[in-house]
């Protein structure tokens, strides 16, 4: 069986909560040299299961019902809410291995009415419909991103069964996760949308904030100190536009995705000056487990309407101890810094796409900073913009 021939089966009510559902079996069992070995092909990779995980599973391929399969367990000699853990651990494990998952978004209890909401970035409207136990905090980190539209170009649905959350898109199943990391997931399906569907020249990894009807780029690599620097450039009067990735057109005119900045835990004492009540929002885990709490930018400035021009361009030196210094930089290494990380539609980097880039560089202030504390680098940058 390969990625692309899962096997649709029917599973019943079952314990702890396991309703009525479809799972789709994404995996394969087999035995090699006394191992039972469950392969995930959507994950390349292998799980050695026991020989009670294995019955589990092959009872599950067969249709078998959860609760059904505890009670076969149980006429066995197995302890009754022994045999229900073991079914439900290993659902658990599966859902979380991407083994097995939901194929079609789950009913819910009229008592559980569902949250809606719709958010628009870079031009395309989204609808994200959240069973009720499950919104939040999801619902609030997107909370700046919505508009008053009625048609949506996708819709998105976040179910929670089993203890995990399912994110359906069109009624397709996309991905699961645990509770704590939706916030994480959701943002990256919602830029996985704009990148795959948008209309852009090219995706730069770079923070974004305007002034002046000019766009201010913030480039470097992971631990540069995008994130706390632009939190801080908003504090100090900066209109915010990206943290992350901002989109460029066919002129070379920037549109940043707005979207909350997922703050790392390290960062929150020294951004508790510049963020006031970060320390309240609830914290959410990446899928690599690392804490972060999403900061949404208080709009002293309104974010523009259309794409603007680049003004400035800073490539970000972050270090300990380093003397502060703001310094113009040629165009070949402007040029290496926006392609670190840059995205074209396609996933080739066009003439065209480049020769936007080089428009830009010809035509943009390009700055090397670096820096150690936060409120020298604020003070360089607002020097330089005005």
């Avoid at 035995?31 to 599950?60: H, Y």
């Avoid at 067969?62 to 059904?68: D, V």
């Avoid at 809410?81 to 291995?97: I, T």
Wanted: proline share 6%; glycine share 8%.
């Amino acid at each position: 069986m390969n990625q692309h021939q899962a096997i649709d089966k029917t599973v019943a009510s079952g314990p702890a909560g396991h309703g009525p559902a479809t799972f789709v079996i994404q995996g394969q069992l087999v035995r090699v040299g006394g191992q039972n070995i469950l392969f995930s092909p959507t994950r390349k990779a292998i799980f050695v299961v026991n020989d009670t995980a294995a019955d589990i599973w092959r009872s599950l391929e067969e249709g078998i019902s959860p609760q059904a399969i505890s009670d076969e367990m149980a006429c066995k000699g197995v302890d009754r809410l022994e045999a229900n853990r073991h079914v439900e651990a290993a659902l658990g494990d599966w859902q979380r291995q991407s083994l097995i998952r939901p194929c079609a978004p789950l009913s819910t209890s009229l008592a559980q009415e569902p949250a809606s909401q719709m958010v628009a970035i870079a031009g395309r409207n989204m609808r994200i419909v959240y069973r009720a136990a499950c919104a939040f905090p999801a619902i609030a980190a997107f909370r700046h991103l919505e508009v008053a539209r009625e048609t949506a170009d996708v819709l998105l649905e976040v179910v929670e069964h089993g203890g995990r959350v399912h994110l359906f898109r069109d009624s397709e199943w996309i991905l699961s996760c645990s509770p704590d990391e939706l916030p994480v997931m959701l943002k990256g399906q919602l830029l996985t949308e704009v990148l795959e569907y948008g209309s852009y020249e090219l995706a730069l990894h770079a923070a974004a904030l305007f002034r002046n009807e000019r766009i201010v780029l913030l480039c470097g690599n992971p631990g540069a100190g995008k994130t706390t620097l632009t939190l801080a450039l908003v504090h100090a009067g900066f209109g915010f536009a990206a943290d992350d990735v901002t989109l460029l057109d066919s002129r070379g005119h920037g549109i940043g995705l707005p979207f909350a900045p997922a703050v790392k835990a390290g960062a929150w004492p020294l951004l508790a000056e510049y963020c006031p009540g970060l320390d309240a929002v609830p914290v959410c885990r990446r899928p690599d487990r690392r804490r972060v709490r999403f900061a949404v930018p208080k709009a002293s400035v309104p974010l523009p309407a259309s794409a603007l021009p680049i003004g400035c361009m800073v490539l970000l030196r972050r270090g300990r101890d380093s003397k502060a210094c703001l310094e113009p930089v040629d165009p070949a290494s402007a040029l290496r810094g926006l392609l670190n990380g840059a995205l074209a539609p396609g996933g080739e980097l066009s003439g065209t796409a480049f020769d936007v880039l080089t428009q830009l560089i010809g035509s943009a202030e390009t700055y090397c900073l670096t820096y150690s504390r936060l409120d020298d680098a604020v003070q360089l940058i607002t020097k330089a913009c005005r």
